[in-house]
């Protein structure tokens, strides 16, 4: 009987729900009649999920390599559903800002963490040879890492640190982007000539970004606490949270692919190039980039020494000891 109950509740419930519709209760029961059960592969598009790695060559460990770009472009998409979450309160709630940088972090872990497989899960003598079909194509054009950092923190905060003093937030969205740190980093320095990978990565995403950054403009993530009260500022598991943030991004993340980039195109004679032209000793290590999301909640010190430590121990590990 109290089944009977619930089950005229709920339909009551269907009827409020579609009456505006221009189609009543009945005709929708119709199609649910009609409708397949669901399944698991279905509701993932598992057969398309695993037809999207298509190797260009046939070295094996190609499909590792595709598959794990494959894989952090998922992770780099909920990173930035996590981020649009945050954006998009209103509350002030310091337990949800807290709560979202805390899952925006556990992604962070499983990327950084999983970075194993690119230094230690393929064979290098595969790696250098099958990337020449490759060419131009490179990591560097991951448009979702750069909407992670644009949704993070101020273009301003994003300027290359060589021209950083000569930009404020008072410049245009269009100038600080002109100027922003990575596209140094796809650059020939003798020449100021721009690769092939950054003029197709600019042709295809310019325009997008531009307008998120437009979009999220005095509210990004580090406007947003920038915003609270002087307690919240203070709440010691926001700041855990946006410092390991912090790290993860833009220490942590690099020195992942710093040790990836010296296992696969170090050499005695010579570093070997990056696919797609970049120049990684100078685009990858933190201490020369120096990007912070939330330089607020640093010293001076802690700013301008930022990843030095870490540098030193990979260019420099006997001076790193002392």
Request: glycine content about 4%; overall charge neutral.
């Amino acid at each position: 009987m109290k089944n009977r109950e619930q089950i005229n509740s709920q339909i009551s419930k269907l009827e409020e729900k579609y009456k505006d519709s221009g189609q009543d209760l009945s005709s929708y029961l119709d199609g649910l009649l009609h409708q397949r059960y669901l399944t698991y592969w279905d509701y993932i598009h598992l057969d398309t999920l695993l037809s999207l790695q298509v190797p260009r060559t046939h070295f094996p460990d190609e499909e590792i390599f595709i598959m794990y770009h494959q894989i952090t472009e998922l992770y780099f998409k909920l990173i930035l559903h996590e981020q649009k979450q945050l954006v998009d309160d209103k509350s002030d709630d310091v337990n949800f800002f807290a709560e979202k940088l805390r899952r925006i972090n556990s992604y962070y872990t499983v990327l950084i963490s999983s970075f194993g497989i690119m230094i230690k899960g393929m064979e290098r003598e595969q790696f250098l040879q099958y990337r020449m079909a490759l060419l131009p194509a490179s990591g560097f054009q991951s448009a979702q890492f750069r909407m992670i950092e644009i949704y993070a923190t101020g273009l301003e905060n994003l300027v290359h640190v060589s021209e950083r003093n000569q930009f404020s937030k008072a410049d245009s969205i269009e100038q600080l982007y002109e100027h922003i740190y990575w596209k140094k980093g796809a650059t020939d320095l003798s020449t100021g000539e721009k690769t092939l990978t950054l003029k197709q990565f600019e042709y295809r995403y310019t325009p997008r970004l531009i307008r998120i950054a437009k979009q999220v403009k005095e509210a990004t993530i580090y406007h947003k606490y920038l915003g609270l009260s002087k307690s919240q500022k203070k709440d010691t598991d926001l700041i855990e949270a946006l410092k390991a943030l912090d790290v993860n991004a833009n220490v942590n993340w690099q020195l992942m692919h710093m040790g990836s980039a010296h296992r696969y195109l170090r050499k005695d004679t010579g570093d070997i190039d990056a696919t797609g032209g970049t120049n990684w000793k100078e685009y990858l290590p933190p201490s020369f980039q120096k990007i912070v999301f939330f330089p607020e909640i640093y010293t001076e010190d802690e700013l301008n020494n930022w990843g030095k430590q870490w540098v030193d121990h990979m260019f420099n590990p006997d001076k790193s000891k002392h």
